[in-house]
């Protein structure tokens, strides 16, 4: 057998292991991705489809709306990301200190609400946020202020987020304790030798050692905070006044309501490309060559 046929073999034997994952990959997200770009070139109404190039594009562009819900998911993002990044690090660093199996108890309950079912969890803050009878006024009322509408104009977007960081975080708390748990104990033995102080320690040793997880933490905290729905569909359905309409929310409104799947697929483009391009400034500014 010659040195050819030999590396024919190889090759052709390692491409079979990865040929049912290369399917899935295809037939999963390839497909539907290059499906989605052909819809937004059309335009569909009950009679049928029409080519319409980049009208849908055009259209979005003129829209007040979806610019509205571009920047109402702006400021989610800039709410949900820092708050879960800051919050896993400090549990994260509280949590790792206790021995594995109490470790294990933290994260398990940080890590529950992201499990628990969407509509449960709706219910039980729709209750806590009730003008009338809500457990957030009753506590107002008992230190002496005046009731909110937590979910009204001005309270809209904090409400909301706080439900989010209590579903989203734990995941992060999870992958942030590993990471903690994983940092050789010599860097600190020689930090303490050295007399640094524990401020000096994180910054110096645990917040560098951390930053391939952190990069993790934020790239999928981001893409995950320009996807939130179905809470806000929940409890606020967009209002009030579109003030919490997202991208995903306009684009389930299109596809399933107004039954418009080109300018549906049109959004889904346009948020794709936007979360793409925000992921790729957070690799450039937060790629490290730290591994341990």
């Known amino acids: 057998m010659n040195m050819r046929n030999l590396k024919f073999r190889r090759e052709w034997s390692g491409w079979l292991f990865v040929m049912p994952m290369l399917l899935f990959f295809v037939a999963f997200v390839v497909y539907p991705i290059a499906s989605s770009v052909r819809s937004s070139l059309y335009a569909f109404d009950y009679a049928g489809y ?53 470790q294990s108890f933290f994260k398990a309950t940080f890590y529950l609400p992201g499990v628990t079912s969407v509509v449960s969890l709706a219910m039980v803050w729709e209750y806590m946020y009730n003008n009338q009878f809500g457990l957030g006024n009753y506590v107002l009322k008992l230190l002496g202020l ?36 994983g940092i050789p104990r010599d860097l600190y033995e020689s930090a303490s030798l050295d007399g640094a102080t524990p401020l000096v320690t994180f910054l110096r040793i645990t917040l560098p050692m951390l930053k391939p997880s952190v990069l993790y933490v934020v790239v999928t905290s981001t893409i995950a905070s320009f996807q939130v729905f179905a809470i806000i569909l929940l409890m606020t359905g967009g209002g009030p ?15 399933f309501v107004n039954m418009n799947f080109g300018i549906a697929n049109a959004m889904g483009i346009l948020l794709c490309i936007l979360i793409c391009s925000i992921a790729f400034v957070q690799f450039k500014l937060l790629k490290t060559d730290v591994e341990y």
């Open 50 to 102: 029409s080519w319409t190039g980049l009208g849908n594009y055009e259209q979005l562009i003129r829209d007040s709306l979806f610019w509205k819900a571009v920047v109402n998911t702006l400021i989610f993002v800039v709410y949900l990301v820092p708050s879960i990044t800051v919050l896993a690090l400090l549990f994260s660093a509280f949590i790792h200190i206790y021995p594995k199996k109490l």
């Open 241 to 255: 006044a579109y003030k919490t309409t997202t991208i995903l929310m306009l684009i389930y409104r299109e596809a």
């Open 146 to 181: 005046p009731p909110v509408n937590f979910l009204g104009t001005s309270f809209a977007y904090t409400s909301l987020s706080l439900i989010l960081i209590t579903i989203s975080f734990g995941a992060a708390v999870v992958v942030l304790t590993a990471a903690l748990n």
